[in-house]
């Protein structure tokens, strides 16, 4: 009899069906195990919106000691952070995320100091910083203030017609200041005319496209600050002799720079790309999509930026320094003399020929132990100004200068990418379109199919 049960169809498929539910269960419990211990995730937005930039993903994985972030908020509220927290929690597990609620642990709150729900603290040792917002660009200024723990400025020369870091017209280096204090940088102008000295809490000096002359003791102040092993960024303009804003040569600025192997040409870079005017670029803005190997530019291949106005270089390393080359025009374009006049000649055989360095990094040898001098030399300033700082890779590059010149390698990386903005704009005849298609077109055309196949049948 049990043999006969054992054989009966009934009694077959119901071992198989059992079996296949085991076999589907197992599955499903085994994904989920996978799921909860390795949560991954694919972002598929264009410009990876939900996924964390380069620079953070290195920041996270460097740590050599426990990171604590913890979230102070509503408990109905926590859903909101998670997901954004969760990504620093999966990239180390040195992360480690906690969630509070200062209405039921009150005295977790008044210990921390929070005064306001949705409030986020990064601790790293000792080190305790608040996040300026729960946004990546937030959490990891957190993270860096953390890391860093101490006060970078960066000081603008002015006074002699360079860009202003509180200007944010077209020309002006607002932006430029801004996207400073996010990698959390201080920014603030100095007048050498006034004091000839840097002063001491001067981290990186930035003499950005000044069209006067520098005086002499400007200059020696500038010299002495960087042989003493501080750090400079000099954008210089090509001297232009036209119009109402000419600029000068500045020859005392730029026999320094030679001296420490950076000769400053004069003359105006013209880039006969077609990419460059594809993308609606003229012949004043030098395309640049190649890199060297160095640190400032390492992270950038596949980025191209953009130099309006700029002016060519020329590098060798001297006694005491060490220079290199940064990027350079591509091999379309040329470089002419001709700067009091806008019309130039393609064709003139003065005319020197591409490629050619537009940007340098050096390093000035002190003597000194722990010590070391720094300077980037960059033939033009429009790059960095409000009307042109965001084109492609310009962003990138500004700060990745900033980084290498206050010796913090480790922070150099590909930023945070900006939400992108897809609004359609419609005028009100296309808009008069798609209401009516929406609202009586499509529904007119579903219901006469559905009448013709009511039709047919009948």
């Known amino acids: 009899m049990s043999a006969q049960f054992l054989k009966a169809r009934q009694t077959k498929y119901a071992a198989y069906a059992a079996t296949y539910v085991l076999v589907v269960v197992a599955i499903i419990a085994t994904a989920n195990v996978l799921a909860n211990r390795y949560d991954k995730s694919y972002d598929t937005t264009s410009n990876k919106r939900y996924s964390l930039s380069d620079q953070t993903v290195k920041i996270v994985k460097g740590l050599k000691q426990d990171a604590t972030v913890t979230y102070y908020d509503q408990a109905s509220r926590f859903q909101a952070a998670k997901d954004q927290l969760d990504l620093y929690a999966n990239l180390s597990h040195k992360v480690h995320v906690e969630y509070v609620d200062p209405d039921k642990k009150p005295q977790l709150a008044r210990e921390a100091g929070i005064k306001n729900y949705g409030t986020t603290i990064v601790q790293i040792g000792a080190n305790k910083q608040e996040a300026k917002g729960l946004n990546e660009e937030g959490i990891t200024g957190a993270f860096i203030r953390d890391l860093k723990n101490t006060t970078r400025t960066v000081c603008f020369v002015t006074g002699s017609g360079e860009h202003q870091i509180d200007d944010s017209g077209r020309s002006g280096y607002s932006q430029f200041k801004e996207l400073l204090g996010k990698d959390e940088y201080a920014a603030k102008s100095i007048n050498l005319l006034q004091k000839a000295e840097i002063p001491s809490d001067c981290t990186v000096l930035v003499v950005a496209g000044p069209s006067g002359d520098?005086?002499?003791?400007?200059?020696?102040?500038?010299?002495?600050?960087?042989?003493?092993?501080?750090?400079?960024?000099?954008?210089?303009?090509?001297?232009?002799?036209?119009?109402?804003?000419?600029?000068?040569?500045?020859?005392?600025?730029?026999?320094?720079?030679?001296?420490?192997?950076?000769?400053?040409?004069?003359?105006?870079?013209?880039?006969?790309?077609?990419?460059?005017?594809?993308?609606?670029?003229?012949?004043?803005?030098?395309?640049?999509?190649?890199?060297?190997?160095?640190?400032?530019?390492?992270?950038?291949?596949?980025?191209?930026?953009?130099?309006?106005?700029?002016?060519?270089?020329?590098?060798?390393?001297?006694?005491?320094?060490?220079?290199?080359?940064?990027?350079?025009?591509?091999?379309?374009?040329?470089?002419?003399?001709?700067?009091?006049?806008?019309?130039?000649?393609?064709?003139?055989?003065?005319?020197?020929?591409?490629?050619?360095?537009?940007?340098?990094?050096?390093?000035?040898?002190?003597?000194?132990?722990?010590?070391?001098?720094?300077?980037?030399?960059?033939?033009?300033?429009?790059?960095?100004?409000?009307?042109?700082?965001?084109?492609?890779?310009?962003?990138?590059?500004?700060?990745?200068?900033?980084?290498?010149?206050?010796?913090?390698?480790?922070?150099?990386?590909?930023?945070?990418?900006?939400?992108?903005?897809?609004?359609?704009?419609?005028?009100?005849?296309?808009?008069?379109?798609?209401?009516?298609?929406?609202?009586?077109?499509?529904?007119?055309?579903?219901?006469?199919?559905?009448?013709?196949?009511?039709?047919?049948?009948?």
């Not at 200059?219 to 109402?244: C, N, Q, S, T, Y």
């Open 214 to 458: 520098y005086q002499q003791p400007e200059v020696d102040a500038i010299k002495k600050f960087v042989e003493d092993g501080g750090r400079a960024l000099f954008m210089l303009d090509p001297p232009l002799k036209m119009g109402h804003s000419e600029v000068a040569d500045n020859d005392a600025l730029t026999a320094v720079l030679k001296d420490w192997g950076v000769a400053v040409d004069k003359d105006l870079i013209l880039d006969m790309n077609p990419i460059g005017q594809l993308a609606g670029l003229g012949p004043q803005v030098a395309l640049v999509t190649s890199y060297d190997s160095h640190p400032i530019v390492s992270e950038m291949k596949g980025t191209a930026t953009g130099f309006p106005l700029s002016r060519s270089i020329d590098v060798k390393s001297g006694s005491k320094t060490t220079v290199q080359k940064l990027f350079g025009s591509s091999e379309s374009s040329l470089a002419t003399e001709k700067l009091n006049s806008p019309e130039v000649n393609p064709s003139d055989p003065k005319n020197k020929k591409g490629p050619m360095t537009i940007a340098a990094a050096g390093s000035y040898n002190t003597g000194k132990e722990n010590s070391q001098g720094r300077f980037v030399v960059i033939g033009s300033s429009a790059w960095a100004a409000n009307s042109f700082i965001r084109f492609n890779g310009n962003r990138d590059l500004a700060l990745n200068t900033m980084n290498w010149l206050s010796s913090d390698e480790d922070l150099i990386s590909i930023r945070p990418k900006e939400p992108e903005d897809r609004r359609i704009t419609l005028t009100r005849a296309q808009m008069n379109w798609v209401r009516l298609t929406s609202q009586f077109l499509l529904p007119l055309i579903v219901v006469f199919a559905g009448v013709s196949v009511w039709w047919r049948r009948r």
